[in-house]
């Protein structure tokens, strides 16, 4: 009895996972059966069966050995395991004696009816010594083996009924005895608590699922992500973890919805049938045509709040009722808070988008009513003048020619930026480039200098040089915005066999004792690319930067 003893020890020092009344049966049930001098090689092999449970959370391996050692211990010829499903049925049946042959004539597996149900009904420890003669019966199947006595006990663990333990024919006697009642009980108790730990396992194992998903797919707008991979991604790791067939982001933007992310091929928004605005679990009807696809005969619908009055909603359809456990509806909700936030990110950066493109439309008409406007009138103020002074016409045609060249290459500069304003996200040429550096130091200041650009700039001028021409426009428009006083700034940009940065301005020049520090940068810059930077400046008269460096192939 000493092994006995030291299991029992064992069994109750690592029985965390007992609750109050369990633990009162299986000490009672073993109380009893020690008091009965039951044989020690049948409490070991008992008490083994049940410390079993602690040392795996694989359920099936768990109950086919409990099956087994029931069987043995129980002497009897056959032994099952019966777990309670969630519409009363059982959705699992583990069993030992049948062989595969005589299995495979036998059809369907038990789902609860009969002798079977009469423990789901009424949980209590069931001894028959004739199963045929029993009010619950209802007979075998075909090729089923010949049954006469029975033993069966409800595991319920918790408060909660789990499923029953079944064992039928007694090889060394007429009939199971009371002993075999509290044997029984005690495997009860260990089926119980295998069951119970398993589950915990799943459920565990379950919302870390749900945290991978929503970590994985909740990070992705920030990392730049496109908003159709992200859903369709949480679609797909949604479809995977609950095995749907199909599932669907939708919202409702002002009463129209709108398909934003799916599994498969995409279905037609105009055929949807608003899910509501709650947790919810259908069966399809004919509205739900549209979401029905392959097998599927159900539709679970999770709500998703967006902003107030425009609301989405995660839709799953299952080709059988699907069963949610509350781990599941957790991370379906926490699924539709990241699937809402990514369309709210996205509607977002798509409005920052929109405002960035107003604010360069009227950056550029700015620039066009403050230089190519006013210049067009003093083009056609100065032919109005021909016709007073004849003899000077000719001169004045050639200014004439000269501005209008000007400033047709001024409206050039501004279409160019109009476009390409309008396709950010790809390279960024030297002219965007020089046109976003103006754009951003003239923010603020009250004139917007203007820009032109002569030659295929993009093309001859080499990537290497593009930091210091951007030193050169940093350095010189903000003295000139800053310094000059003057209402005009101008910067022109040349390429041909040598780059030529020039920024001009018509304000009060350079003081003959200012320090040239961040001129002398450029400087620098330009020996450094065999060029050379001249600075041209009359008190009164206005202020003239040229950058010049020899064009060559890299």
């Not at 109050?20 to 092999?45: I, W």
């Not at 099956?67 to 959705?91: I, M, N």
Request: hydrophobic share 45%; charged share 20%.
């Amino acid at each position: 009895m000493t092994e006995y003893a030291d299991l029992t020890a064992q069994l109750f020092a690592d029985g965390r996972s007992l609750d109050s009344d369990s633990s009162a049966t299986l000490r009672s049930a073993l109380d009893a059966l020690t008091a009965q001098q039951t044989d020690p090689k049948v409490l070991g092999e008992l008490l083994e069966a049940v410390l079993l449970v602690g040392q795996g959370l694989d359920l099936a391996e768990v109950l086919q050995r409990i099956t087994a050692v029931a069987a043995s211990v129980l002497d009897a010829q056959y032994c099952a395991l019966g777990v309670r499903g969630p519409q009363r049925g059982l959705q699992a049946f583990v069993y030992t004696g049948i062989t595969p042959e005589l299995r495979s004539k036998m059809g369907r597996l038990p789902i609860g009816h009969g002798v079977l149900g009469e423990l789901l009904d009424h949980p209590e420890v069931l001894r028959i010594e004739q199963l045929g003669e029993h009010p619950a019966s209802v007979g075998f199947p075909p090729h089923h083996p010949p049954m006469d006595t029975f033993l069966g006990a409800p595991i319920i663990v918790r408060g909660e009924l789990f499923g029953s333990i079944y064992l039928t024919e007694k090889l060394t006697g007429p009939r199971f005895t009371e002993q075999d009642e509290q044997i029984v009980s005690v495997l009860a108790v260990a089926v119980g608590i295998a069951v119970d730990n398993a589950r915990l396992y799943e459920r565990q194992l379950t919302r870390h699922r749900w945290m991978e998903i929503l970590a994985h797919r909740g990070s992705e707008p920030m990392a730049g992500v496109a908003l159709s991979d992200t859903l369709n991604g949480l679609c797909a790791d949604v479809a995977a973890l609950t095995g749907a067939v199909d599932v669907f982001i939708v919202t409702s933007d002002r009463g129209e919805l709108q398909l934003h992310g799916h599994t498969g091929a995409p279905v037609e928004p105009n055929g949807i049938a608003w899910p509501g605005l709650a947790f919810s679990v259908s069966e399809a009807d004919g509205a739900d045509a549209a979401w029905m696809r392959g097998q599927a005969r159900w539709k679970t619908a999770q709500p998703m709040q967006r902003t107030p009055g425009d609301f989405g909603a995660i839709v799953l359809t299952h080709a059988t009722r699907p069963v949610w456990e509350p781990e599941e509806v957790a991370g379906l909700t926490g699924v539709a808070r990241v699937a809402a936030l990514a369309v709210a990110y996205a509607d977002q950066q798509q409005l920052a988008r929109d405002l960035e493109m107003l604010e360069d439309r009227h950056r550029i008409a700015r620039d066009l009513h403050d230089h190519v406007i006013q210049r067009l009138f003093a083009i056609g103020m100065s032919l109005q003048t021909m016709q007073a002074a004849p003899e000077q016409v000719e001169s004045r045609l050639t200014q004439v020619i000269d501005d209008l060249d000007t400033t047709i290459g001024q409206i050039r500069t501004s279409i160019f930026d109009l476009q390409s304003a309008q396709l950010r996200g790809g390279p960024v040429t030297l002219r965007r480039k020089a046109l976003d550096v103006v754009a951003e130091l003239a923010r603020h200041a009250p004139i917007v200098p203007s820009v032109a650009f002569v030659g295929p700039v993009d093309t001859l001028v080499p990537k290497r040089l593009a930091p210091h021409i951007e030193a050169v426009l940093r350095e010189g428009l903000s003295n000139a915005l800053r310094h000059s006083g003057g209402d005009r700034i101008g910067v022109r940009i040349v390429a041909d066999d040598v780059l030529t940065v020039e920024i001009s301005d018509n304000g009060a020049g350079i003081p003959p004792h200012a320090t040239y520090r961040g001129l002398n940068n450029l400087t620098r810059r330009a020996e450094e690319c065999d060029g050379n930077f001249t600075v041209e400046s009359r008190p009164g008269a206005g202020t003239m930067l040229v950058w010049e460096v020899p064009l060559r192939a890299d």
